[in-house]
């Protein structure tokens, strides 16, 4: 029996999840994947909003705001790279500048800090790539950009150093109460005496397993352009444009690892496992991202992904203790701003879990710190050289593009909530991310997680639950044997 | 640590340069591979078809590259494994290897990193990301190298050599390949190996049809495969699924030049390798390239010959015995979509042999080099490829006579 059942370990649930582990509670998180992150999380822009976005007196708003001042502490505490580069919302008519005028009074509502409106001249001093049709913008020296990954997988590992149980590959296909929650997932039976519900695109189908039917999630894709960090520095901020009556535009932002992304698109789709990248879609960004930047260079794309956002028809956060169920708590319909205020939305749970009356005593030996070395790549050669005498596997690359070492890949399949699959370990310490986009180093990969999780590389995962990377060993096909 | 010589890359290029520098009087000479063995991508190539200009005979890669490492056994040449160069700076390299991070000084560099595999993403190929797509070199490295089939039920997208090569070899390994798909009105592959790869085994070769759409979300369960118009764009009415449990992409290669790019070698926006002379020197003073880090060979008897220019010059550079005089520089014309060197030092008194590709297919044309507007040398071809890399030699005595830039144009014969 467990105090609280979080299902969901993207961000939301990795959040909550490092929360409650401050306190004396027994908390296991359920999670379909087969690690941490593989969905909504996985795939967005990126950033950490300033929060002018958000329509005053929403929970959207209030929790952007708070979550975004976390994130400093959240992220020096955890060892994770944020960085807070400000945004800046371009306006390329006068129309456009009336909307940031109202951006700007709508971020003042909502309490959002440095905030100021620019000229072109000072646009083009901290922008020089952007149009030259460029007439003003609103910045906002408080948004940031995180790489949502390595935020989520840090939190799972802090929170389960400090005692949460983590269950993948564990679907919930039921859940009932009596004087407690009984959990059916693909995995067995779970009892909680609490549930939060942070299922992310299946919020509303598992809502309705305890007979709610507050909201209902509408799938919302985006597709997204990486390009190589050779492009890096083209731009300085997250550099959005202008919302209009014909879509929110297409933003341009480097990433903390020196990429730029462009994105995302926004289309509703019916099924919410609908990751596909259409052509229509990335000549959308292609066109969109020159009207901000003309001279960025669409020929250095390196990937393209999509990911799927988890609209409420509600309009605004879900979250909320049921009067279905007591003791069922919905965090639900968390689309955008929603990486921003994930810190914030786990206090906030906290809160309700009190008003549900769950005793809150405080861990004594809370641990807020996780420790992660700096990447081999960020390292100077001083830092080099003693990280090798640590541990000689640095010695051997196996991502030239990324400059991974295989030290580093170790690491990240043993730690806490490690990587268990070729883009679990992608995503983690970026084999697979460069330009070669794993043309070299794949077949390493699979092999070291081979190795390391003692399983036959034919049973190695590239990310979802049937995802072999391998079928079968060469001469097999024709009936014969060969020992590897 | 110092070396006279030292050569980046263990692959066919790095070891011809390594063994022609040492033949022409650089006494220490190092090579450092990333790789856990020399010979590069040949150690994958275990098909046939290597070394007809260079032996006479036809040798697997793994074949070819083994006479070279043993010449460089036999002339006491060093090698680094498993080792990456992380930076080059005023011939400072700092290379990161088995024995941890170490500090090389060199006289000379020779560039010889090969290059990589273009991918899903440079191509926006649309669809799902699920596993199953391979680059047509990761999947020849797994089965090959390693012994893994990457998949049963193949489609093949471009038609570049590692994927008809690897058609071939899948099928031969038990797969159905069931067709290979490329954009452009012609093959990307050479001649030869659509008849051995494809031909012979009932391969059907799909020319201007793409890929439109990747489907199966965990692993892939199919294609939907287009005819193209002459804008590329897919015709409607005209697709069709095709299931496969795989699919290989073979749409280019690119020359690995982000060390070479740091530094500070001079790229050329066509080839994306150095631009070079033709002594196989770039603009940063000794250091030399050659192989598929200048530009993308299809035979390994021509990067041989290019990289016996850079070993040796590099030689000549460590015992001072270059000159750089006056050079003058090679313009691709009509019909033409790169040469290779760009630039030619005329007091070399030396032939010099220019590797070109040509834009389109042509029949009946001639190659015309002119020395400004003077016609000075022109070479009937009865058919010419893009994929097929075109050598014209200059001979020393037309050399010393130039007198300007030279241009390459493709015209009626």
Known sequence: MFDVAVIGA????????????????????????????????????????????????????????????????????????????????????????????DLYDRGINNKVKGLEILNKEQIKEIEPNISDEVIGALRCKSAGIVCPFNLTVALMENAIVNGVKLNTESEVTNISKDEYFNIETKKGNIQAKYVINAAGLYADKINEMIGGDEYYIISRKGEYRVLDKSEGSIVNHVLFQCPTKKGKGVLVTPTVHGNVLLGPTAEEVKDPEDVSITKSGLSFLTKNAKKSIPSIDLSKTITSFSGVRATPNTKDFMIFASSKAKGFINVGGIESPGLSAAPAIAEYVIDILKEEGLNFEAKADFNPYRKKDKPFSNMNNEERKEAIKKDIRHSKIICRCETTTEAEIIDAIHRPAGARTVDGVKRRVRPGMGRCQGG???????EILARELNLDMEDVLKDYENSKMILGKVKESRGEKIEI | MKYDVVVVGGGPAGLGAAVEAKKH????????????ELGGILNQCIHNGFGLHEFKEELTGPEYANRFIKMVEENDIDYMLNTMVLSIEDKKIIALGEKGLIDIEAIAIVLAMGCRERTRGAIDLAGYRPAGVYTAGAAQRFMNMEGYMVGKKVVIYGSGDIGLIMARRMTLEGAKVEAVVEVNPHSSGLTRNIVQCLDDFDIPLLLQHGITYVHGKDRVTGVTISKLDSNRNPIEGTDREIECDTVLLSVGLIPENELSSDTGVELHNTTKGPVVNNKMQTNVDGVFACGNVVHVHDLVDFVTKESRIAGRNAALYVLNKIENNETVETEAGDGIGYIVPQQIDTKLGEEVNLFMRVRNIYSNRKLVVRDGDEIILQKKRPHMIPSEMENLKLSAELIKNLKGNISVCVEEA
Do not use: W
């Open chain 1, 440 to 446: 070299f180093c794949g077949p390493r990969v699979v």
């Open chain 2, 25 to 36: 009087g650089a006494n220490k000479v190092l090579i450092i591979e990333r790789d856990r």
């Open chain 1, 10 to 101: 993207g961000v939301v649930g990795a959040s909550i999840a490092r929360e409650l582990s401050k306190y004396n509670l027994s908390t296991v998180v359920l999670e379909k994947g087969v690690e941490v992150c593989q969905a909504t999380t996985k795939a967005n822009s990126a950033i950490i909003h300033g929060g002018y976005d958000a329509v005053d007196g929403t929970l959207k708003a209030k929790l952007n705001v708070k979550g975004n001042e976390m994130y400093e502490d959240l992220c020096n505490e955890l060892d994770v790279h944020f960085k807070r580069i400000g945004s800046l919302v371009v306006a390329f008519s006068e129309e456009e500048m009336e909307t940031v005028k």
